[in-house]
Nanobody, 125 residues
Framework: QVQLVESGGGLVQAGGSLSLSCAVS????????LGWFRQAPGKEREFVAA????????EHANSVKGRFTISRDNAKSTVYLQMNSLKPEDTAVYYC??????????????????WGQGTQVTVSS
């Protein structure tokens, strides 16, 4: 069993930055591709970014490309999401997730086996 715990959310003004972290415990983190998803009120959960087991391959949603960066440190069993130039439409609960079957991170929510509880990010205009 894998546990994922997100941290780093909060309230920020538009144009500001936040850095999210997700601590992976229970199993060796390098055994999992990892991803970030978000869910805004009244909307479906959507893909934000994903990273391969080794960290050498990653993908970002078009809506965040150039502003957000996913990274991981397997020695610390942690995945990060650096968010710059935040916009009000980035307001959502952000979740990290682990995929036990893939080497490369998937963009599909259904491919992920484990989920964190989420951390709220609110961007004011």
């Amino acid at each position: 069993q894998v546990q994922l715990v997100e941290s780093g959310g909060g309230l920020v003004q538009a144009g500001g930055s936040l850095s999210l972290s997700c601590a992976v415990s229970g199993r060796t983190s390098s055994n999992y591709a990892l991803g970030w998803f978000r869910q805004a009120p009244g909307k479906e959960r959507e893909f934000v970014a994903a990273i391969s087991r080794g960290g050498g391959s990653f993908e970002h949603a078009n809506s965040v490309k150039g502003r957000f960066t996913i990274s991981r440190d397997n020695a610390k069993s942690t995945v990060y999401l650096q968010m710059n130039s935040l916009k009000p439409e980035d307001t959502a609960v952000y979740y990290c997730a682990a995929d036990a079957h893939a080497i490369y991170g998937s963009t599909e929510l259904v491919d992920y086996d484990y989920w964190g509880q989420g951390t709220q990010v609110t961007v004011s205009s």
